[in-house]
């Protein structure tokens, strides 16, 4: 699945058109269609109002100016591909009529479908609407969502830490790939008047060395500042969904406990008919909310330990040229021996980038969370 192409249609009212492709390989069957964000944007609200025991991912955040710039219309088609393919790797929302309506009906067909009425939320509408405060977690008798809660919190919190530490380390590759460029300059200026053969020689090496320096500094700029901060991201918009289900449990959990209340308090078989169901609720959305938190759990956990072992084999790999480029300047034949699992390596960053998958591994993190 791929959203790719995304344009500018139409001068006045303009908007950006993404294509979105989705092949079956069961079926032998790709589907192709355009969608414009707010399609994306109804399909998220869509799938939080009917599956709200479900962690639904993010879609990029909605711009007021600059929707045409073509860094960000790039950016906005890999986050919205990103958004489809958790979706549709999701085992319940891939199923919802609504997403199989998005990827395979025509514009026309795809318009009526959201000109309908918004799925009703019923009991759970009426709890938001009840509810106005969160319980407090001494009142919550499930201590694994308050924990939880904490702990996507703190998660939060240190990533968004990492990632302004990328930002700073990006900006600092940036200064040393302009030193280097006006260091070359400088070498190869110093260089042109001399008559000694050998001398220029040597210094022509070297130019070529910090040339591949500057090569390699460019590539692991691309590796932080794009692959790097967007799985970082990622990471903390996934916290975000996980924090917005867990919001969207408090009004279950609200209601039952004063549903039991109401029955201690004043027995009578109607009040003891509704702890009945606000319990009943409230068991069966906690228990499809738990299996689903840990199963983007499970899925983030083994994206983040793939991930950060191929960005490990990068960098490698990347300072196993630069001591090979240096050895062949200096005139030696201590080249270190290239890693052998760079390919793959790159394959899995770039597989980590993309998507997700459901293996699970031991995590660089630990096992309390994702």
């Not at 100016?65 to 958004?83: I, P, T, V, Y």
């Not at 499930?142 to 530490?165: C, G, I, P, Y």
């Not at 799985?231 to 609200?254: C, F, G, M, T, V």
């Not at 990068?314 to 390919?343: D, H, I, R």
């Amino acid at each position: 699945m791929v959203v790719e192409n995304p344009r500018k249609v139409g001068d006045k009212n303009a908007f950006v058109a993404y294509t979105v492709k989705v092949t079956r390989t069961a079926e032998n069957t790709t589907t192709v269609v355009d969608r414009r964000y707010s399609d994306f944007d109804w399909l998220c609200e869509h799938l939080k109002a009917s599956h709200p025991s479900c962690v639904v991912p993010q879609i990029p955040e909605k711009t007021f100016s600059g929707n045409f710039d073509e860094g960000l219309m790039a950016f906005r088609a890999r986050e919205l591909q990103r958004f489809l393919q958790r979706v549709l790797s999701h085992p319940l929302m891939s199923s919802d009529e609504a997403v199989q309506c998005f990827i395979s009906a025509t514009e026309g067909e795809f318009a009526e479908r959201r000109a309908q009425k918004p799925p009703k939320e019923g009991f759970l509408a009426t709890l938001k609407r009840a509810a106005a405060t969160v319980v407090s977690s001494q009142e919550d008798p499930d201590s694994w969502f308050a924990d939880k809660a904490d702990d996507v919190l703190n998660r939060e919190v240190l990533l968004t830490q990492m990632l302004q530490t990328v930002q700073k380390m990006s900006n600092q590759y940036q200064a040393l790939i302009k030193c280097l460029t006006v260091h070359i300059s400088g070498l190869r200026d110093f260089m042109e008047p001399l008559e000694d053969p050998a001398l220029k020689d040597k210094i022509e090496k070297n130019c070529q060395a910090f040339e591949e320096t500057r090569d390699v500094m460019q590539d692991m700029l691309c590796q932080l500042s794009v692959t790097l901060s967007g799985n970082i991201l990622d990471y903390i918009h996934e916290l975000q969904s996980i924090h917005s289900l867990l919001e969207r449990r408090a009004p279950l959990l609200k209601a039952f406990l004063s549903a039991q209340k109401d029955a201690t308090n004043n027995p009578s078989a109607e009040a003891s008919a509704k702890s009945d169901e606000a319990q009943s609720q409230y068991d069966q959305f906690c228990n499809a909310a738990r299996a689903d938190i840990q199963r983007a759990c499970d899925l983030r956990r083994g994206d983040m330990d793939r991930f950060f072992a191929a960005i490990s084999h990068f960098s490698q790999e990347y300072y196993n040229v630069l001591a090979g480029k240096w050895a062949t300047a200096l005139g030696t034949n201590t080249a270190p021996v290239a890693a052998a699992a760079t390919p793959h390596a790159v394959a899995a960053a770039d597989g980590a980038f993309a998507t997700t998958t459901s293996t699970t591994t031991t995590s660089v993190y630990g096992d309390a969370m994702i």
